[in-house]
T-cell receptor, first 114, second 112 residues
């Protein structure tokens, strides 16, 4: 069974530029999560999708971050414009359904904003 | 609000020694508790989870954790460390059974 796929693995941009990350969850997993992991900290949930609907985006900085999950499969997370403090690893995870408990994580995208 | 505190950002043990990684949680309702491991440049992998069944939970790779309500703790242990155990370990709490609140992590170093 293929795991959660993310691309790109690494991205370097200048502040005020825009960037997009892509995630393809495990086949059949209805729930998809995006986390932000700043160096030295644990992951923080940014947004959760159930199929193509948003369940929780309370921690998403909506003035600059956006995410979508069209067709309820893969998802993109966008930052526009980026700030220096957005430098982090962005992790995508999926689970069979909300409340399943076990979330399967992708390898992450390491973003550096200069 | 729920929170997790991991004591010690770095723990160093000798190969073959006991591994003990500490986690204390705060929750107003009975929590679900998890331990995840993260190897360099990889995503997080679930080691074990507590979901209100047995208080002693066994996970993969010889790890186990004990839920102690009176101490609000969920410490992770392994009797004998192996070089391959070197990684970062995250404790997490959930009360809604989907939203994970992670601790800041403990990096385990294993000396030969």
């Amino acid at each position: 069974e293929a795991g959660v796929a993310q691309s790109p693995r690494y991205k370097i941009i200048e502040k005020r530029q825009s960037v997009a990350f892509w995630c393809n969850p495990i086949s059949g997993h209805a729930t998809l999560y995006w986390y932000q992991q700043i160096l030295g900290q644990g992951p923080k949930l940014l947004i959760q999708f159930q199929n193509n609907g948003v369940v929780d985006d309370s921690q998403l900085p909506k003035d600059r971050f956006s995410a979508e999950r069209l067709k309820g499969v893969d998802s993109t997370l966008k930052i526009q414009p980026a700030k220096l403090e957005d430098s982090a690893v962005y992790l995508c995870a999926s689970s069979l359904r909300a409340g399943e408990g076990e979330q399967y994580f992708g390898p992450g995208t390491r973003l550096t904003v200069t | 609000a729920q929170s997790v505190t991991q004591l010690g950002s770095h723990v160093s043990v000798s190969e073959g020694a006991l591994v003990l990684l500490r986690c204390n949680y705060s929750s107003s309702v009975p929590p679900y508790l998890f331990w995840y491991v993260q190897y360099p440049n990889q995503g997080l992998q679930l080691l074990l989870k507590y979901t209100s069944a047995a208080t002693l939970v066994k996970g993969i790779n010889g790890f186990e954790a004990e839920f102690k309500k009176s101490e609000t703790s969920f410490h992770l242990t392994k009797p004998s460390a192996h070089m391959s155990d070197a990684a970062e370990y995250f404790c997490a709490v959930s009360v809604s059974s989907y939203k994970l609140i992670f601790g800041s992590g403990t990096r385990l170093l294993v000396r030969p």
